[in-house]
């Protein structure tokens, strides 16, 4: 298994996570943007914004949703999973729930 700093790019002042679907969960999610590309940003309250490659849909709590040219802003306060299944990734609020 990949360690999880490795997924990321120390460079940048927005964090690109090259691989989503394998990050535990993203807090304090205030934000979401959803380019035409397929990327996401999550604009996340207390650390630095997080770029998603890949993304096919966002299915997350809103309480404001509206467009700014070709992209879809999601204001929100939650934190988020990416899962991938069937080649389809997707970015949904994280289940607490603990399954035994």
């Given amino acids: ?3 999880l700093q490795t997924l990321f790019e120390k460079t ?3 964090r690109y996570v090259e691989e989503p679907a394998a990050s535990p969960c993203f807090r304090s999610v205030s ?3 959803q380019f035409p590309s397929g990327d996401v940003l999550l604009e996340l309250s207390e650390r630095r914004d997080c770029l998603l ?3 096919d849909r966002v299915d997350v709590p809103a309480s404001e ?3 700014v040219a070709e992209s879809v802003v999601i204001e929100t306060d ?3 999973e990416v899962t ?3 080649n389809i990734q997707k970015v949904t609020e ?3 729930k603990i399954v035994l």
Avoid: E, G, L
Wanted: glycine content about 0%; proline content about 4%.
């Fill in 1 to 3: 298994m990949m360690q």
């Fill in 12 to 14: 940048r002042a927005v």
């Fill in 31 to 33: 934000r979401i943007w």
């Fill in 53 to 55: 490659p890949n993304i």
């Fill in 65 to 67: 949703c509206h467009r």
């Fill in 78 to 80: 939650t934190t988020v």
């Fill in 84 to 86: 991938a299944k069937d």
């Fill in 94 to 96: 994280f289940d607490r």
